[in-house]
């Protein structure tokens, strides 16, 4: 899994925790996500996304059935 986090997402550090809260949310998916390649794309707004939101539209993203947030 890759994510792309483009410097208008934030510092250094608000990207690495994006990162971060991306990769644990993903955890308890990875058995879910059959092999291959994947990129998820963070906008700026990523930050200020409650970890509850980050794992109720994670599975969404993967499937392709979540809408952009405004």
Known sequence: M??????KAGT???????????RAAMGPLEHQVPPG????GVTRPAR???????????PGVLTGSVERRP
């Open 2 to 7: 890759a994510y792309a986090l483009p410097r």
């Open 12 to 22: 250094a550090v608000e990207r690495n925790r994006i990162r971060r809260r991306l």
């Open 37 to 40: 390649w994947y990129l998820i």
């Open 48 to 58: 200020e996304i409650s970890w509850q939101d980050v794992c109720t539209d994670l």
